[in-house]
């Protein structure tokens, strides 16, 4: 696609760059400051709304750089450092996808995980495109993407961006008919209690004929001359085809339909770019390693604060990942078990049943006074209203748009809500 492009005066112009180069120091760096912003504004509802295309008023105002604006009306900016803010923001020259809209300098990074387990965050060999995930010291999580150039900060991208960008600029993604994450797991649960066979017989009976060798009527169905090999990558594809049919079950798949070996459906899912290190939702294909690969499979039928549900076939009930257990089951796994590898995310529509960020905490909250520093479901419902990621964290993020709200609407400029930012917010919320 290609990137908006801006109009901007050449005082605006002089005036980023200076913030730019206080940022970054580079000119590489320049590029991707101004990048950066640009894609953050976009695809950010709050400031979409509030500045619309107004990138320099966003830079200069926003919770993300006000506290830096002053380096806007001091020091200096190369000519070089101008010419490259124009080329990004004037020209539409971007050097990050536009997904790409968090950055960190290391001081400001709380850890760094790499296949789940902390690592050394000063080492760059341990920031992998895609993989790691950066948690920074406001406590907002994002995924690695790439250093533009030696000293400059990580840059990454967040959930929400990705997933606004991926829906093809609009919040929640473009519909397809019949798609939603529902009709899969209905399907992978009328399963559950399914036992495979000991030979090619009572293979539509969930109990009968129970053995170890690995006769099922997922295979008879997918590919009867793999009957006695293992299956559980077979029943993901059984119940996505029972759902939807080949055709588009081939395509929530990513063309993985008939991979059957993990490795290789999961690759898939990385082709195309909607693999995810982490932050599950209902409806992913979750994958789980073993010492030497990724080996086992299932379905994510639901996600909590620490705490993901699977339902899996050709495994067996208890706590551990435990491939080739010969049994369709329900289980469930702390969201930092070292052995989830990732989850594949099939584009399912907007439609999904799956419940919205403000619905799932709405109705939970005690309302009262917020600061920075409280947690809880009400400091989540805020963040609803502001825009921002419902992480129930009242941190320097939360604060800074806070901040601009009571700038605003005419409110005592504190980081405090009270009952009138309330008043405000609810409003808001139902406009």
């Not at 019949?178 to 969930?206: I, P």
């Not at 029972?242 to 008939?258: H, I, M, V």
């Amino acid at each position: 696609m290609g990137f908006k492009k801006y109009n901007l005066t050449d005082g605006q112009l002089v005036k980023i760059a200076r913030l730019c180069v206080q940022e970054q120091g580079r000119i590489e760096g320049v590029r991707a400051e101004a990048s950066q912003a640009a894609n953050l504004l976009e695809t950010n509802k709050y400031y979409r709304d509030r500045y619309g295309s107004d990138v320099y008023n966003f830079m200069r105002n926003s919770g993300w750089y006000y506290r830096a604006s002053h380096y806007m009306d001091e020091g200096s900016a190369s000519s070089s450092a101008i010419n490259a803010v124009r080329d990004v923001l004037v020209n539409g020259n971007r050097i990050f996808p536009q997904y790409v809209d968090e950055h960190d300098c290391i001081n400001d990074i709380d850890y760094i995980k790499l296949h789940g387990e902390k690592v050394s965050k000063t080492d760059k060999s341990n920031y992998k495109q895609g993989q790691t995930i950066i948690k920074n010291k406001m406590g907002s999580l994002y995924t690695f993407y790439a250093f533009p150039a030696p000293g400059c900060d990580p840059f990454g991208y967040t959930q929400a961006a990705y997933d606004y960008v991926r829906g093809g600029g609009s919040d929640g993604g473009e519909k397809t008919e019949g798609s939603d994450a529902d009709k899969v797991l209905e399907v992978a649960a009328a399963e559950v209690g399914y036992l495979e066979k000991k030979s090619n017989k009572d293979l539509d009976d969930k109990t009968a004929n129970a053995g170890s060798g690995n006769f099922t009527k997922y295979w008879r169905d997918m590919d009867p001359s793999l009957q006695g090999e293992a299956w559980c990558d077979c029943f993901v594809s059984w119940c996505f085809k029972k759902a939807y049919g080949e055709t588009t079950a081939k395509q929530l798949l990513c063309g993985g339909l008939q991979c059957f070996y993990t490795p290789e459906s999961a690759q898939c899912f990385k082709d195309k770019g909607q693999w995810y290190a982490n932050n599950p939702k209902k409806g992913d294909v979750i994958y789980f390693r073993n010492s030497e690969r990724i080996c086992h499979t299932g379905i994510v039928e639901k996600v909590t604060d620490d705490t993901v549900y699977t339902i899996e076939g050709n495994t067996s009930a208890g706590e551990q990942v435990i491939p080739n257990g010969g049994a369709v089951c329900k289980k469930s796994y702390k969201l930092y078990n070292t052995r989830i590898e990732g989850y594949g995310r099939p584009d399912y529509s907007a439609g999904s049943s799956e419940e919205k960020p403000a619905e799932k905490v709405w109705f939970k909250a005690q309302v009262r006074k917020l600061s920075l520093g409280d947690h809880g479901d009400d400091v989540k419902v805020w963040q609803v209203i502001l825009g921002l990621k419902p992480d129930g964290d009242f941190g320097n993020k939360t604060r800074d748009v806070t901040l601009i709200l009571q700038k605003d609407n005419g409110l005592k400029v504190t980081g405090i809500v009270g009952h009138k930012e309330w008043a405000v917010g609810m409003t808001r919320l139902y406009e």
